[in-house]
Structure formats: structure tokens, C-alpha cells
């Protein structure tokens, strides 16, 4: 069956210290991933976009990668700060890129 | 800056009425979506609609209809709201090509079906 899976526990991790959230999926193809923010009683917010030809992106200090072999994406975000607290959601192109199909999220706290 | 608007953010409503959730967005975006989420189970896609008064079925339409009779408008109907209903409701555009692009989400709608 197709999959999406991050990692269901919170990760807490001190300030100025680098966060790595995990997205792994099975049985999906995606031409590309993108990552979005969503805080509290709110809707996400689109993060970052990379494509199945990039191993990387950057954007200030978030950094995405994706590993179509290992069929994941790792991101990244250095220095963070206690305003990085959120909920992370990988998001694949799937149904032939008709379709944003979501995870379930990995809830980031970055404590003082 | 994108903005994606929804009617309320919390609402209460009794098991049987018909519940209307209405969404605007401001950037002529052809796309727009459904989306309910529950804890553990994510964002799932109900309907979305690529132009006007075009509207197709995602992953979990039954239970719910849309419509779409102007460009930055969708509607989201709960003909008869039942308590499996209760969830955050999110609703969200893009452009066109592709249906997957970078979608822009409006701030949700809390439904409690009581």
C-alpha cells in the first residue's frame, strides 16, 4: 500500500542546535515534495519545493533534501530558534502530479 | 501575498442541519480544495474543483457536495452534518499547471457537530 510516514513524536531540541525531520514514503513515484509549516489552529503554510532531478534546496536556514533511491526527504533547519516550533508536513506529488497527497506531520519544539 | 479566506473560524452545529463552509481566495487561482484534518490521520482530500463549476471527488468525499459558480469562490455543503463530521476543515488554492503546485491555505474551520 502507499505511504507516507513521519515521524509521529514530537522532537525537542534546544535552541541553535540543527533540526532533521524525516519524510519516508512507499509505493509512490512523486516528480516532487514540498515541505510546509503549520502552527496551532491554523492552515500550512507552504516551505519549500523540490523536484525528483534536485538532491537539494536551500532557503535561509532551511535546507531540503530528497533521495528518490532511499525514497525519502530529510529537513533541516539550523540554528533554530523557539519561533521554529511548529508542526512540519511533507507533502508528494502523486496521481501523476494531479494530486498533493500529505503526511501526517512531525512536531518540531525548540525549547531555550 | 496570497490570501485565502474562510466564513468562520469555529462552528457549532447539531447533528442533521445543513452546513455551508465557504472559502474565497484573491489570486484568480483556477484550483481550489477541500481538505478535513484529524489528529493522526492528516490532511484528506474531500473535493476540488480545477474551474468553475468543475468539481471532481477526492479521497473522501461521501457525506459532503461543493459547489463553484464564481472563479474565487468554493463551497463546501454538509447536507445532513453528522458527528463523525466534527474536524478542522481546510480549504486551499494554486494555479495551474499542475494540480499538485504549491497550494496556499486559508486558516481553517473548526466544525463541531454536536
Known amino acids: 500500500s502507499q505511504k507516507i510516514e513521519q515521524n509521529s513524536e514530537a522532537l525537542n531540541i534546544q535552541e541553535g542546535k540543527t533540526a532533521t525531520l524525516t519524510c519516508n514514503y512507499t509505493n509512490y513515484s512523486p516528480a516532487y515534495l514540498q515541505w510546509y509549516r503549520q502552527d496551532p489552529g491554523r492552515g500550512p503554510v507552504f516551505l519549500l519545493l523540490i523536484r525528483e532531478n534536485e538532491k537539494e534546496k536551500r532557503k535561509e536556514r532551511l535546507k531540503v533534501t530528497f533521495d528518490t533511491t532511499l525514497k525519502q526527504s530529510l529537513f533541516h533547519i539550523t540554528a533554530s530558534q523557539p519561533a521554529d516550533s511548529a508542526t512540519y508536513l511533507c507533502?508528494?506529488?502523486?496521481?501523476?502530479?494531479?494530486?498533493?497527497?500529505f503526511g501526517t506531520g512531525t512536531q518540531l519544539k525548540v525549547e531555550l | 501575498d496570497v490570501k485565502v479566506t474562510q466564513s468562520s473560524r469555529y462552528l457549532v452545529k447539531r447533528t442533521g442541519e445543513k452546513v455551508f463552509l465557504e472559502c474565497v481566495q484573491d489570486m484568480d487561482h483556477e484550483n481550489m480544495f477541500w481538505y478535513r484534518q484529524d489528529p493522526g490521520l492528516g490532511l484528506r482530500l474531500i473535493y476540488f474543483s480545477y474551474d468553475v463549476k468543475m468539481k471532481e471527488k477526492g479521497d473522501i468525499p461521501e457525506g459532503y457536495s461543493v459547489s463553484r459558480e464564481k472563479k474565487e469562490r468554493f463551497s463546501l455543503i454538509l447536507e445532513s452534518a453528522s458527528t463523525n463530521q466534527t474536524s478542522m476543515y481546510l480549504c486551499?488554492?494554486?494555479?495551474?499547471?499542475?494540480?499538485?503546485?504549491?497550494?496556499?491555505f486559508g486558516p481553517g474551520t473548526r466544525l463541531t457537530v454536536l
Open positions: 507533502a508528494l506529488a502523486t496521481g501523476g502530479g494531479n494530486k498533493l497527497t
Open positions: 486551499a488554492s494554486s494555479s495551474p499547471p499542475s494540480l499538485a503546485d504549491t497550494q496556499y
